[in-house]
């Protein structure tokens, strides 16, 4: 598809996922382009009242088809996110692609995982062969690790009681990306023309072990805070006391496996090739969010 036809799109973007950690962000970045853009939640009216957006939130549950279509109603391109910690989300975004091509989507943004173009098994490769396949135009960002996983959830519950990241990542190096940076690639992917058919890689410029982590989060919140490394039982045993489903805790083991085998070290060129800016760098995401990982207050 040519860049002239491109330009034609003027229908509404549906962002899925839109609030998650990408689709609030993305939602932002899009809120001065003009477009028309609706914003995916299972429950949309106490999604509204929650994300601050000028965006209108439509019904859409992954697990319930119904919902697609009334959904997807003039929509022309998609934010597609197909549920990057199920292994097998493949089987609910496969139905959501069909529909989408029913509908007439001209363009499809599909949030995947660095590295799923090497393993032919993964849930979020088949769907993105299966989008390949399906005639629209697509376009497939394939982000690491977020640095954001220190600012939310159980790794910011730790460092904040205990002072401690306590995880089996061993001593490899992992080149984190911004959540920013992901939705400054995604918006530029929805609405501007050059990136059908495009698959960017998105990481930071920097490959940080944890210990390098804990470092930076230390110098930027003024308070000391280490790495503990944990053996696989060591972090199931950790994960299963804090209440964690057994899939779950198998799933995120799984994904430490491939950080200790290198996996996640590589550092892509892809966000500033788009953005024409470089990566946000760990220690700027470190000094911008240091309070989180201050001392608590007695």
Known sequence: MDRRREKRMTGKILIIGATGAVGRELLARLETSGEEVLAASRHPAGAASEVQT??????????????FAPALDGVDRVFLIARPGDEHADRLALPLIDEMKRRGVRHVVNLSAMGAELRSGFALRKVELYLEDSGIGFTH??????????????????????????????????????????????????????????????????????????QL?????????????????????????????????????????????GFCAPSSPDVCTVLGRPARTFAAFAREHASLWAAPSV
Do not use: C
């Open 54 to 67: 000028r965006a209108r939130f439509v019904a859409f549950d992954l697990e319930r088809p119904e919902t």
């Open 141 to 214: 960002l394939r982000p690491n690790w977020f640095m954001q996983v220190f600012s939310s959830g159980t790794l910011l519950g730790g460092l904040r009681a205990t002072g401690e990241i306590r995880i089996p990542a061993g001593h490899a190096k992992i080149s984190y990306i911004d959540v920013r940076d992901i939705a400054s690639v995604a918006a530029l992917a929805l609405t501007e023309p050059g990136h059908r058919g495009k698959a960017y890689t998105l990481t930071g410029d920097e490959a940080l072990d944890t210990t390098e982590v804990a």
């Open 217 to 261: 989060l230390s110098h930027a919140a003024q308070r000391p805070l280490r790495y503990v490394p944990l053996s696989e039982d060591e972090a199931r045993s950790t994960l299963r006391a804090a209440g964690f489903p057994d899939e779950w805790v198998e799933r995120l083991i799984h994904f430490y496996r491939f950080v200790r085998e």
